[in-house]
């Protein structure tokens, strides 16, 4: 009840224990603090933290507009609901090396079990659409030392995404801009990798042969990558999939779709049979026990006579 027991220390060491187990780890996005005990119930290792979501949510495009303090309340609003590991996504991380200090400590405070920090240059965008820009190896390097040195849980796992693949032309030599900035970022000593929009699974093995340390797949929909399967991406030695988006199109989807029942037939009744009741609502958010802890405290004499129960 009130929030996860899992310390966050705990969590981040089942998400190095599940990045080292050499089973694929499945994080899809949780949307609202509301879906991290759904994923955690149906039986997935984890929980991601989406900023594309966070802005969209916000009403905003994702281009670097969210700030720290409010990527970091959702990052703990989100990891308070689950025992399961979170990966949060810190975008550029804020600024350069000071700023991502600040953004590492405050990240940690939240709880979250890792975080993902990009080398794309201010104003960053989507990882799959056109016309990004990368910095420097170094100033992307720098990124990455200060966010390791920063740390004060060395549990808390520093991922190091690239956008470089996306911003050649041709895909050859993205992949071998892709594949040598995530030498750079590892030697700068990030845990693990997240190479941005490959688009193929030949792709992803060239990156899986370049590092020691674990890659991430991003398969968000109507994106430059193909929707793999979990077992493909297995296959190929990824180590973390990421399903950052998918639970906010689904429920746009649905609310657009009963919505529009709404304002045509005047009534809601033919769509309530596609609703979560109420029932299991108040399952995920654990209403009994919060009653059973309410009728402990308040179940009592009162000199005079009266109970109250
Ligand atoms: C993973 C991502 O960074 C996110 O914010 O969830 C996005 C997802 C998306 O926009 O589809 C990304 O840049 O890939
Ligand atoms: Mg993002």
């Not at 994923?39 to 290792?45: K, S």
Request: proline content about 4%; glycine content about 10%; charged content about 20%.
């Amino acid at each position: 009840m009130l929030y996860a027991s899992a310390t966050p220390n705990q969590k981040r060491a089942a998400l190095r224990a599940g990045l080292a187990s050499g089973t694929l780890q499945r994080y899809p996005g949780a949307f609202t603090p509301l879906t991290a005990p759904l994923i955690e119930q149906l039986g997935f290792e984890g929980v991601y933290i989406s900023g594309a979501v966070m802005a969209a949510e916000l009403g905003m495009p994702d281009i670097g507009l969210t700030t720290l303090s409010e990527v970091a309340e959702r990052g703990r609003q989100i990891s308070r609901m689950t025992e399961l590991p979170t990966l949060i996504d810190a975008d550029t991380g804020f600024g350069e090396a000071m700023n991502v200090a600040r953004a590492v400590h405050e990240l940690e405070d939240a709880g979250v079990s890792g975080l993902h920090l990009e080398d794309q240059v201010n104003p960053k965008r989507c990882g799959h659409l056109d016309g990004k820009e990368v910095v420097s190896a170094d100033v992307a390097a720098q990124r990455i030392a200060a966010a390791v040195s920063a740390r004060r849980d060395s549990d808390l796992v520093i991922m190091a995404r690239t956008d470089i693949r996306g911003v050649h032309g041709s895909s050859t030599e993205g992949l071998a801009a892709a594949v040598d900035r995530a030498k750079a970022l590892e030697a700068a000593g990030a845990d693990a990798i997240f190479p941005e929009a490959m688009a193929t699974l030949e792709e992803f093995a060239a990156i899986r042969a370049a590092v020691q340390v674990p890659i991430l797949a991003n398969m968000t929909e109507f994106g430059k990558s193909a929707l793999f399967t979990h077992q493909e991406l297995a296959d190929v030695g990824v180590n973390i999939a990421i399903h950052p988006v998918s639970l906010l199109r689904i429920a746009m989807g649905a609310i657009e779709r009963e919505l529009g029942l709404l304002a045509e037939s005047g009534t809601l009744d033919g769509a309530v049979e596609r609703m979560q009741t109420r029932a299991r609502l108040y399952e995920l958010n654990d209403y009994a026990a919060y009653s059973s802890f309410d009728e402990g405290v308040f179940n009592f004499e009162v000199p005079g006579g009266a109970t109250h129960a």
